[in-house]
């Protein structure tokens, strides 16, 4: 699956979600202004940090074409993990997974999936208005309200994504503290999402943004020529690609860089010889941030300090520095420590003085 056509997706893909949370400190009212209303729904929602929801998403192009897509979404803000699946009216389903190190594509049907790096920004407006919504409510500037009995009716202009801005419609259950529909419209396009199913804080299950491939799906094998593309690679990132060393048991399947940013990072996805997935994130030396709630520990291989850590789905995280090079190792433990021994002591044997 190629990212210029999710990039193409992601402005339908703004999701709507719901709340069940306790009401704000004071009912929303007829009298009350658009900022007072606005203040007494993020107020609701404060207590967000889990989304489950179904949508019924239409689209319309330029041209007045139209395009129906049903979505399910789950979501979590921290740590910020998403597990999204799109079924277009016409065309193949696809599904996200993101564990907010680095996110799965996978389209219904092929025979490869593709592992790049996660980029919370690239991928928010998928989250817009699941436990997105609070912070892309604070963006939004209001233009004017409209209190009934049961609803609270909120007209704003709202940034979707650095190149759109639009105007928007919030219809909020006061009842339920439940969106029940979202609207946007800018000059070329248009957006109108209704959720069927909402659920929010649900509990997840640790396999919840885990990817597991349908049997004989493997990661995509992006390579024809290895030294050319890791080529192409190097000369888009300001530090050096390092590999594992020789003698070490790794199949490289892809190579993707994401550059368009003050820190580009190079993503490798290998294959160990039993089959499984080894995925390696290099950028320029820095301090390491494991993702939230991750209990990291410092162990020694060799004369190398590496933080080690065990994810939610048991696979093992590993992060270390070599040189001018920054590495995080995920996938399962016995592939990751092969990769840190090898990192080792090839490291121990270019420090030791030649006979």
């Known amino acids: 699956m190629k990212r210029v056509m999710l990039c193409a997706l992601a402005v339908m893909g703004a999701l709507l979600s719901g709340c069940g949370s306790q009401p704000g400190p004071r009912p929303i009212s007829h009298g009350m202004t658009p900022a007072q209303v606005k203040s007494e729904v993020l107020s609701r929602l404060g207590a967000w940090h889990a989304t489950n929801e179904t949508i019924v998403e239409t689209m319309t192009g330029l041209g007045g074409a139209k395009q ?9 803000a921290s740590p910020l993990d998403f597990r999204l699946k799109v ?22 049907g092929a025979r490869h999936y593709t592992v790049l790096a996660a980029s919370s920004d690239a991928w928010a407006i998928y989250r817009l208005l699941g436990t997105e919504l609070p912070r892309s409510l604070t963006a939004s500037r209001m233009r ?21 801005t639009a105007k928007t419609t919030l219809w909020f259950n006061l009842t339920t503290n439940t ?31 885990q990817f597991s491939p349908p049997s004989g799906v493997t ?11 890791l080529g192409q690679a190097q000369a888009q990132v300001p530090f050096p690609i390092v590999l594992p060393p020789r003698g070490t048991d790794f ?18 996805t290998y294959q160990t010889a039993n089959q499984s997935v080894l995925v390696v994130t290099e950028s320029k030396r820095k301090t390491f941030k494991p993702p939230a709630r991750l209990t990291m520990i410092t162990e020694m291989a060799g004369t190398l300090h590496v933080q080690v850590g065990t994810m939610p789905d048991g696979q093992e995280l590993a992060a270390l520095t070599l040189g001018k090079t920054a590495l995080v190792v995920e996938g399962p433990v016995n ?6 021994n090898g990192w080792a002591n090839a490291n121990e044997a270019s420090l030791s003085p030649s006979p």
Request: glycine share 8%; charged share 15%; aromatic share 6%.
């Open 68 to 76: 129906t897509y049903h979505v399910t979404l789950t979501d979590q």
């Open 144 to 164: 004017s309200v409209t209190v009934k009995a049961k609803e609270a009716v909120l007209n704003m202009i709202t940034p979707l994504s650095p190149g759109i």
């Open 335 to 340: 592939g990751v420590d092969a990769l840190i």
């Open 179 to 209: 969106p029940s529909r979202w609207q946007a419209t800018w000059k070329g396009g248009s957006i109108e999402e209704v959720p069927s199913t909402i659920q929010v804080n649900p509990t997840l299950p640790t396999s919840t943004f």
């Open 87 to 108: 079924v277009a009216q016409t065309g193949s389903e696809y599904e996200i997974v993101d564990n907010g190190l680095n996110v799965v594509e996978y389209r219904r």
């Open 251 to 268: 199949s490289l399947h892809s190579v993707n860089v994401s550059s368009g940013t003050a820190s580009p990072v190079v993503l490798l």
């Open 219 to 229: 990661p995509e094998i992006g390579l024809t020529s290895q030294g050319t593309e």
